[in-house]
């Protein structure tokens, strides 16, 4: 196929190409509301296959990161009279201080340790902001100020919906994030994390700071969760601790798994597959859980790697 | 959920995507007929599946029949917008009913807006319609509204002094803030506020610090789901010798089982008229349209009737009305129908809106029930 084309050109190429065109289909407004979705759950996908597909670190609690990300748009514009745009970068910073300080304690576990420790340490997050009510609004969410973009955008001519907006500028935010991602693949840093992924003993043999470098990934990937965070607070325009709890979490995992956890392309195609599936489902209506539970158990026995890069080990008929 | 409900043998098809014959309206819903909130949503989607049938098989409103798009949200805020959306952009309704929890609720809410369509929450929280938005309702009454109501109550007995036990959930947490709120107004002070985790299987240690609290002389215990039947039997196997006031959250006969006859004995709660049927004045003007929808969903679902589908019964009541009143099946119409509409009786109280009231019941949409042997009964 691209014989030419670095993958990494060619991932970009592929991921602008189904962002600009997708919008050819749309039959109704309703699908742009669902790309802006699939867009936001890529980009906490996208952290997870550098944590997870490059460096080999599970974490079961980046929700917790999406939600510091989603309720720093919240809270930062009304108390600290920081603007929206802001506020992410804020929930952004945030998020890689807490990853930062409580990596170093808990990337020293490794396996199921480390996945319990990052469960726990999403299930606080999610406590706080269920608990904290005179600041969080409490089980019952509390509204997200307007990014203000699109009024912006609509003065100078460009007339787009809501729900056109939240596409096109997710659109480019998940197309920024698999960028930084691919670049990070082909980086030194990149390089050191897929080494100790294969073997923590060989990469230090060979002067690899592993502690650091798993930290470092740490770190990157909670960025993404909370950019993901802030992206869906401001789009709903309201946010409730959901986006922190356990189920949140999971999903992330599930959608890198099933899209194939080494690729970034394939975080995407997981996070469409996922999003999607409970729409299409709905006409199943009681059964939806049951075929959602079906496809991804026939998905993990028959392509254990993921599905796209199985689909394309077909393709290209490398398949053992 | 995708359920398009008509008389006709297309239904099928119809759920599948086909485009509906033209000369019906199109309304949607959003709830949470399953996930932690099913307890609301799943007799909030049977009680609309039912009255669509209902309203069609007696030829709809005049000759158009009604077909409802109904979504399942699972009570996560997320998917309730996109539900909306897809109702509004994909679905084309007219109005859609729905948010069964305040977080589902206020999602809905920015986009029916955005779009104008008229939107009917079945949620509590004040929040929904206070500052009042132009294209949102709502049926239930708030919570506010359910802690005046008790506090009325504890007024005429002389109590001044009560402790507090709420759950931490969305429900109780709201309340808890929106009864400390009021509370100054009755002259009525909060000795002690203790709350529990609603997964929590014992509450004996809350409530025997509220026991040693100096001066309480009632205790009120926001909260639904299970944790008001604990705290039930754990204040009778403590024998606390004071009255308890349970929340509207726990208006219907499954608390009194869930607590146990013995033990919910002499509790008060603020209740609708739904719940004491029976006992209603044969002049109550409520009472004709608590009977249709009583005798009709008990004979549809085999359960018994509780608060939470009869906030979805008014509010169909209302969107229909409206409809008939407006003449049309325009969005901007209905919203104004919905707006003036006036001495409507429902399930759950009389209601006149406003162009500042969107909920348009008062207290005494609330009824002051106890529970004696088992059963309901009003407090004169």
Redesign the interface.
Known sequence: MTMKLTPKTATLLVLVALVVLSPVLF?????Y??GA?IFVNAIAVTGIVILTGYAGQISLGHAGFAGIGAYACALAPVHLGLHPSLALLLGASVSALLAFLVGRPILRLKGYYLGVATLGFGILISMVL??E?QLTG????I?VPELGLRALLNDMGLDLT??QFWYWFCGIAVILGAWLALNLHGSPTGRALRALHGSEVAARTVGIHVARMKLQAFVVSAVYASVSGSL?ALQ?????P??AGFMHSIEMVTMAVLGGVGSVLGAVFGAAVLTLL??VL??F??Y?QLVLGLVMMLVMIFLPQGLLPSILRRVRGKDE | ???TLTTTALATLL??GATAASAEIRIGASLSATGPAAFLGDPEAKTLEMLVEQMNEAGGIDGEEIALTL??DGG????A??FA??L???DEVVAIIGGS???TS??I??VAE?NEIPFISLAG?I?IIDPVKPFTFKTPHTDRMACQKIFEDMQKQGITTIGMISG???FG??MQ?QCKAVVGEYGITVAADETYNPTDADMTTQLTKIRNTEGVQAVLNPGFGQGPSIVTRNYRQLAIDLPLYQSHGVASDGFIELAGADAAEGVRLPGTALLIADQLAADDPQKPVVDAYKAAFEEKTGTSVGTFGGYANDAFLILTDAIARAGSAEPQAIRDAIESTSGLAGTTGIYTMSADDHLGLDLSAFRMLQIKGGEWTVVE
């Open positions: 039959p109704s407004g309703y699908y509301r669902v979705l269920n608990n009510r409490g089980p019952d969410g509204e809501n729900g869906l709903n325009k309201f946010i409730t959901d986006v409970p729409q709905t006409v209506a009681e939806e | 959920m995708h359920k759920a599948l979504y399942d996560d805020p997320n998917k917008r996109t959306t897809r509004i952009e994909d929890t305040t977080g206020m999602s809410l920015s955005d929280a929040d931490t959930d969305g947490a709201s803030a």
